[in-house]
């Protein structure tokens, strides 16, 4: 997936996990995008991002920043300088162009980035989305 606009409809649809790449350093990292709730105070919705610290690739999530819904990053109190942050910090400005740079790869891990489900057909795999999903967020 190369779309800003496409990534960008799946790091906020409300369960998203993926892995970006760089290929000039080689280094990756997997987050996990939650949505917040919507009652908890926040003059604008928030999302949640953790990082994969672990082996397990389900459990082994670490909580390190909010997001809001124009994509300003919020680190956790000591988090301000880890180079996750630093990476997703990055990442997140280039989605204000049209496609992503070629030294940065994106990985959705094949499940909707709002429900969960396993992606099966070529238009849900290419943009992260199902397509119920997708029609309730009017994309």
Request: proline share 6%; with cysteine; glycine share 10%.
């Amino acid at each position: 997936m190369r779309d800003t606009s496409a990534i960008r409809d799946f790091l906020f649809a409300g369960r998203a996990v993926f892995t970006i790449e760089s290929a000039k350093t080689r280094a990756w990292y997997t987050y996990r995008v939650r949505a917040g709730k919507k009652d908890r105070g926040y003059a604008s919705p928030r999302w949640f991002v953790d990082v994969l610290t672990g082996p397990s690739n389900t459990d082994n999530f670490t909580y390190m920043a909010s997001l809001d819904e124009r994509g300003n990053l919020y680190p956790a109190r000591g988090k301000e300088k880890a180079p996750s942050i630093l990476a997703l910090g990055w990442f997140l400005r280039q989605l204000d162009g049209k496609s992503l740079p070629p030294s940065v790869t994106f990985h959705h891990e094949g499940r909707c980035g709002r429900c969960g489900r396993t992606l099966t057909t070529p238009d849900s795999t290419a943009s992260g989305l199902g397509p119920e999903c997708r029609a309730k967020m009017g994309r």
